[in-house]
C-alpha cells in the first residue's frame, strides 16, 4: 500500500504580478519501505510539491487537488491535525544544517521536545531515547554530545542530529529536501551511507528531494524528473538512466561538464608565482592575553602560467578560497608573491590598485556578488570608474554593452538591476565586470557552485571561450572534481591549509596517489559503489 | 527582451532615475509630495498675501471663531458703535446699520463738535466716519464706513488672525524639520558609515564617542548651546541636529556593518575601489532604505522637539510662532475656543501624514526589488 499518494497537484503563488504556478498537476506514489527521488533544476517546483503536501506553503501559495497519507487526505488539512503528523509519522530534513537547528538550546532539548511532545515520554525516558538515537546516527561519544551546543557541532553532526530527530518517532515516512547540498563530498557520501542503512532496518519510505543526478542513482529505487511544475518522466532509476525517455531527462544526464584543458605550451611565460603563502587568522578576543592564530592557509607554492587554468580541489575549510585571496593579495599573508616579475609582498594597498585591472576575481555567490542597488551596466563599468576615470557616460555604456554581448546577454539588459536576472545570467553579468578591464589573471572562486548543472556547463563553456580568446589565466577553485576536472590542466589538493596532492590535471584524476585524495575521487565520482561497500563494511551497532 | 530595441540607444539609468520613475507611479506618494509642495508654497509665499500680518493685534477680535462671513458680523456693530461714543459726552439715540454701514444719531447739552467722529474713527473696525451736525448745534447724525475682516481660521487669544499665523509657523516648522533632518542624516550616515566601514580600534572609539554623548541629557546640551550663543533659528537648526544624527549614526553603522561582509563589497575592493568609493556607491546606497524611514520618523521628531523648546522659553520668539507653540496655545483655550487647537493640529496632521507616504514611497522607489 502506498504510504504518500500525491494526485493531481497544482501550487500557485499569489504574487504583485499576478498568479504564478509553481506546480501544475503532480502526480506521485511512495510504497512502504521505498526510496523515491524528486530531481529537477531550481524552480521546478519539486521542493513545493513536498511543501504543499505538508501544508508549509509561505502565506500566499495556495494548493489544490489531492495527497493521501494511508487512509488519510492530508492537502489543506487543518494546522491541528497536520502537526500530530508532521514529526511523528512523517519527517522533514531541510537542507541548511546551519540553520535547522535553534542557536540557543542543547541538542538533548531540541531532540526530546518532539519525544515528549508526539510520545509522551517523561523526561528521563526521552532522555535514554534520545542517547540511543544519538548512538544509532553514530554520532561519537553520544552522552557528551548530548550537552552541546549545535555551533560546537560541525555540518556533518548537525546533519546527523537531524537525522536523529527525524527519526525520533519512528516514521512512516521522511521527506528529505537536498539533505547533503551543504555539505563536502565525503560528509556527503557518509550521511547517505547512514540513511541508506537505517531505511534497510527502520522501513521507512524515504523521498529525496535532489539537483543531483549523482545521488539519484547511487540512492533512489524510483525517480520523478521534474521541469516548470510537471513531471516528464518517471520510472524505475536503472531504467531512465539508461534508457531516458524525455528529452528534458537525456540533457540533464548530459550536463556533466565534459572537455578537458590542454596545458599551455612549455615556454608560456611565468605570471604569477606564490612560494610559501601563510594566513593565519586570530581567534579568540586576545584581551590581555596573546591571541591564538588558527592558520588557513600553511605554505602553499603556487606558478600560474599565461592561458594556464590551476585548479584548487578541497573541502570546506580547507583554505582554498583563502589562499586565492592572498594571491590577490586582499588577505594579507606572509610568503612571496610576485606578478609578472613585480613583488606584490610588501605593496601598499595604494600601489596595489594599479595592479588591480589585471588580477580579477569572481565570486561563488550570484546572488551576493552584485550590488542590489546598481543596475547591471553600472556594476559592469564600476572598474572603468576607478582604473579609466577620463572615460564619459557615453563611452561607459558602450564598453558595458561591448562586455555583456562578449559573454552571451544583450547590451540593452544594462538598465535593469541584477534581481531580474537568474542565477547563470548573474554569473555571466559578474564575469562581464572581471573582463571589462582586460585582465591577464583571474581567480574564480567557485563560480559555478550556486548554479544547476546545464547552467554550469554553458558557464564554464564561457569561461573556457574568454580564456583562449583572451588569452587568460585561470585560478579555479571548486570543491566540485567533475568541474575542476573539465577546466583544469594543473590541480592541488588542499586539506586543512596544505598542498596534500598536486600535478597535471590527468595524472590526479586517473592516479591519485594520497589517500585523502582517493577518498574524494569515490565520494564524487563512484557513490554508488562506497554506498554498497559502506553497508556491509560497517555493520549497524545495535543500539 | 522584446520590448527593448528602443532602449537600447538610451544612456544607462542610475538607481535614482529608476527611483523617481517609480515614485510617479506611486499614486500616495506623489499626492504626498503635491501636498508638501503645496504647504511649503503657502508657507513661504502665502503670508504677505494674507489681509492681515500675522502680528497685527485686533483688539476687538480677541477669540472669535472662524468664518467664512466678514467680521463685525451684524449683531456686533451696534454694540460696537455704542461704545465707541462712550466717553464722548453725548447721548446715542439710534444707530441704524445698512449694509457695511452705519449712521449713529447723537444728541447732547452742548454743542456738539464735529471732531467727534475721532472717537469712531479710533476703533479698528469703523473708518471715514463723518459728521453731520444738525442747525441748532445740539444733535448730530455721524455715518461712518463698517470695515470688513476676514478671519477664516478665527483669531488668538491676542486677535491675531490664525490663518497668518499657521502660515509663519508651517514656514518656521518645516525649516527646522528639513534643515535639522539633514544636518543630523548628514552627520550620522557619514559618521555611521565610516565607524563601520573602518572596524576595528577607530570604530570602538567612534562608537564609544557617541555613547558619551548619548549620556549627555540632550535637552539640557540644547539649553546650553542656546545660551552660550544666544537665540537663533540657524543655530537652533544645528543645534537639534547635532543632537539628533546619535541614532542615525548607530543605524548606519549597523548595517554597514554586515553590508560590509557582503560579496559585492568584496567584489569592489578587488576591482581596486578605494574606501570612499565603496562607501560612497556601495555602502550608502544599500543604507538608504532605512535611512529614509528613519528620517520620515525624524522629522516631526524634531517638530516637536522644537515646540518643546520653544515652550521653555528657547526656540522661536513672539511675534514668531511654530505649530507646537500654535498647538500648546490652543491646548490651553481648547475649551473656550476648540478651532484654536484644530487648525493648527489639522496643518501638523497633514503634514506628518504627507511626510510618512512619502517616506514609504521613497523607501520602495529606491528598492529595485519592489515592483
Known sequence: MAVLKVENVTVTFDTPDGVIDAVSGVSMTVERGETVAIVGESGSGKSQVMMAAMGLLA?????????????????????????????????????????SLDPLYTIESQLTAPLRAHAGLSRAKARARALELLDLVRIPEPARRLKAYPHELSGGQRQRVMI?????????????????????????????????????RLETAILFITHDLGLVKAFADRVYVMRAGRVVEEGPTTRVFEAPRSEYTRMLLDAEPDGAKHPPSDDAPLLLEAKGVRVTFPVGDGFLRRPRRFTAVDGVDVALRRGQTIGVVGESGSGKSTLGRALLRLQP????ITYAGRDLSDRTPAEMTQLRRELQLVFQDPYGSLSPRMTVGEIVTEGLLIHEPQTGRRARAVRAAEALEAVGLSAVMRNRFPHEFSGGQRQR???????????????????????????????????????????????????????????????????????????????VFNAPQTAYTRDLMRAAFDLSSLLKSDETAAPVREA | ?????????????????????????????????????????????????????????????????????????????????????????VEVTDIVVSGREVSIKVNSDREIDPRLARYVDRSDIFSGARVEVSDDGRSAVITADVVSLYFVMGTDANGRDLLARILVSLRISMLIGVLATVVALTIGV?????????????????????????????????????VFFGQNLVLMFLAVGAVEWLDMARIVRGQTLSLRRREFVQAAEALGASSL?????????????????????????????????SFLGLGVQEPLSSLGVLIADGANNMRSAGYMLFWPAAAMVVLLFALNFLGDGLRDALDPKDR
Open chain 1, 59 to 99: 502565506i500566499n501559495g495556495r494548493a489544490e487537488g489531492s495527497v493521501r497519507f494511508g487512509e488519510d487526505e492530508i492537502l489543506n488539512a487543518p494546522a491541528r491535525r497536520m502537526n500530530l503528523i508532521r514529526g511523528s509519522r512523517i519527517a522533514m530534513i531541510f537542507q541548511e544544517p546551519m540553520t
Open chain 1, 164 to 200: 536523529a530527530m527525524a527519526l525520533s518517532n519512528s516514521p512512516d515516512l521522511i521527506i528529505a529536501d537536498e539533505p547533503t547540498t551543504a555539505l563536502d563530498v565525503t560528509i556527503q557520501a557518509e550521511i547517505l551511507a547512514l540513511l541508506a542503512e537505517l531505511q534497510a
Open chain 1, 333 to 336: 599573508s606572509e610568503g612571496r
Open chain 1, 429 to 507: 553579468i559578474a564575469i562581464a565586470r572581471a573582463m571589462v578591464l582586460s585582465p591577464s589573471v583571474v581567480v574564480l572562486d567557485e563560480p559555478t557552485s550556486a548554479l544547476d548543472r546545464s547552467v554550469q556547463k554553458q558557464v564554464i563553456r564561457l569561461l573556457r571561450d574568454l580564456q583562449t580568446r583572451l588569452a587568460l589565466s585561470y585560478v579555479f577553485i571548486s570543491h566540485d572534481l567533475a568541474v575542476i576536472r573539465a577546466v583544469a590542466d594543473h590541480v592541488l589538493v588542499m586539506k586543512d591549509g596544505r598542498v596534500v596532492e598536486e600535478g597535471a590535471t590527468s595524472a
Open chain 2, 1 to 89: 527582451m522584446t520590448d527593448t530595441v528602443v532602449a537600447g540607444t538610451a544612456d544607462g539609468r542610475s538607481l535614482w532615475a529608476t527611483a523617481i520613475l517609480r515614485l510617479r507611479r506611486n499614486r500616495a506618494a506623489v499626492a504626498s509630495l503635491v501636498v508638501i509642495v503645496v504647504l511649503a508654497l503657502a508657507a513661504m509665499a502665502g503670508p504677505p498675501l494674507l489681509p492681515h500680518g500675522y502680528s497685527d493685534v485686533y483688539r476687538e477680535f480677541v477669540r472669535v471663531s472662524p468664518s467664512l462671513r466678514p467680521y463685525p458680523m451684524a449683531d456686533q456693530i451696534e454694540p460696537a458703535a455704542a461704545a465707541t461714543l462712550r466717553r464722548a459726552h
Open chain 2, 190 to 226: 557619514i559618521y555611521g558609515a565610516t565607524a563601520g566601514f573602518i572596524g576595528g580600534r577607530l570604530d570602538a572609539v567612534m562608537m564609544r564617542f557617541v555613547d558619551v554623548l548619548y549620556a549627555l541629557p540632550y535637552i539640557f546640551f540644547v539649553i546650553l548651546l542656546v
Open chain 2, 277 to 309: 568609493a565603496l562607501i560612497r556607491r556601495h555602502i550608502i546606497p544599500n543604507t538608504l532604505g532605512t535611512v529614509v524611514i528613519y528620517m520620515t520618523l525624524l522629522v516631526p521628531k524634531v517638530i516637536l522637539l522644537e515646540s518643546f523648546l
